[in-house]
């Protein structure tokens, strides 16, 4: 295991489910057009975070299994499950490597949204392939690819100061984060689940200087736990650097929703 799950976004979680800008609608209506989602079906959302993916998609299915390492994201997630009054999602402390101990059900459908490269590939789709039905699917949420899309030019600003006060190498909990060098597309090809199709949807968020700053503290790598008693300094360095970058405080970035949708030969 290279890195510790419930230790990934310890104290993230409430930035999390103000400040991320979730995934696109089509999203769902492409999942349920293409999968025939009529209400019958079972599904896990593996690493649901504040249940960006299973919250909307509870709306198409029969039941969901939302599962976490983080107790606070979890927390989050059934607030805002009640406030939109999604009443068919189970939320479970648990992650990847345990999956024996969830006592699932068979699924037609398994998503996961930007949470794939946390786990060890092989070993969870290996895990995944008798709970599964045989026409079920895996479908993969999460960004676009490096350099697929222009990276707005405020981000480098959040970088700089970042690497000033927490080093240059990306964190993850108690560790530093490596990203995979093999594509979740090479993984899929020799895994159970080797045909794959892909959509992706492009959308455009305005944020505020706040929101800038709030989306930093969502993130494994510079949440409060990461900076601790750094967090005020990294903040006020943070809004000097964003406001001399762009003194009107509107900053857009294009945000690309991608869906890998992977199912059996």
């Known amino acids: 295991m290279r890195y510790q799950p419930d230790e990934l976004f310890t104290s993230a979680a409430p930035y999390y489910a103000k400040f991320r800008a979730g995934y696109s609608p089509e999203l769902f209506t492409h999942l349920a057009s293409r999968r025939g989602l009529d209400g019958t079906q079972r599904v896990l959302d593996l690493g649901t975070g504040t249940g960006a993916i299973a919250i909307p998609l509870s709306e198409h299915v029969r039941e969901i299994t939302a599962v976490d390492p983080d107790p606070g994201m979890l927390d989050e997630g059934r607030k805002l499950a ?114 794959i199709e892909t959509a992706y949807w492009d959308r455009t968020i305005a944020r505020t200087l706040d929101e800038v700053v709030g989306l930093q503290f969502s993130y494994s790598y510079s949440s409060p736990a990461q900076l601790g008693d750094k967090k005020r300094a990294f903040e006020n360095d943070l809004r000097d650097a964003l406001i001399a970058f762009n003194p009107n405080g509107a900053f857009d970035e294009l945000v690309r929703t991608e869906a890998i949708i992977a199912t059996r030969p």
């Open 82 to 195: 009640a406030e939109r009054g999604a009443t068919n999602i189970d939320w479970r402390l648990g992650d990847s490597h345990h999956l024996d101990q969830l006592q699932l059900s068979p699924l037609e459908l398994v998503t996961l949204g930007q949470a794939f490269h946390w786990t060890e590939r092989d070993a969870l789709l290996s895990a995944l392939d008798p709970l599964i039905t045989p026409e079920g699917a895996l479908v993969l949420v999460g960004g676009p690819a490096p350099g697929s899309i222009e990276p707005p030019a405020w981000l480098e600003i959040t970088a700089e100061v970042r690497a000033r006060h927490l080093g240059p190498e990306r964190r993850a909990g108690s560790g530093i984060y490596t990203h995979p060098e093999e594509s979740h597309q090479d993984v899929l090809a020799r895994s159970p689940f080797s045909r």
